[in-house]
């Protein structure tokens, strides 16, 4: 009688030990167990930052002199975007006419190509739909002169 009893309290802690450890697993699980909902939303968040911190023109989409033009175009509002006066000075043409002569400090969030026209062996034009930080999307024209071989800003209206 007294090995049953033995058995039984032996049984009976063991079946809570069990029950325990098992009690445990179960109130993990739910912690890391996210649904379909909630990662879709994370990833169009994420989406939605990416697109607000990279404002650039995608190159791959033009060629030859059009995308000589986009590239310096990226490098102008990415210089803008940093702060670095000294590097977007150096995207501006030199000419004497040319008038620009500081960078605006306003970031730039969006960026979209509306047409490149009018390229020449010394000239070319980008129109594009640009939004600044705070405020609404409005048409900024882009002038290209090219000096001494390479495209330089001439002029932003």
């Known amino acids: 009688m007294k090995i049953n ?8 802690v063991l079946s809570m030990l069990l029950m325990a450890a098992c009690g445990n697993e179960k109130e993990k699980a739910p912690e890391t167990v996210q649904s379909t ?6 990833t169009e968040e994420t989406d ?4 607000e911190q990279n404002p650039m023109v ?4 033009y060629e030859g002199e059009e995308k000589e033009l ?9 210089y803008r975007n940093e702060g670095n006066e000294k590097e977007y000075m150096g995207l ?16 730039i969030v969006d960026m979209q190509v509306e047409s490149i026209d009018g390229i020449t ?20 024209m882009y002038v290209f002169h090219k000096v001494d071989g390479m495209w330089k800003i001439y002029d932003i209206d």
Do not use: F, H, R, Y
């Open 121 to 140: 062996d010394t000239q070319g034009t980008i129109s594009a739909n640009v939004t600044l930080e705070g405020s609404e999307p409005g048409l900024n």
């Open 48 to 51: 939605q930052v990416q697109k």
């Open 37 to 42: 909902d909630q990662e879709t939303n994370q």
């Open 70 to 78: 986009v590239k310096i175009l990226n490098l102008s509002t990415k």
């Open 58 to 61: 995608d190159e791959a989409k």
């Open 92 to 107: 501006v043409s030199n000419e004497p006419n040319t008038p620009i002569n500081q960078m605006n400090a306003n970031k």
């Open 5 to 12: 009893k033995m058995l039984l309290v032996s049984s009976v």
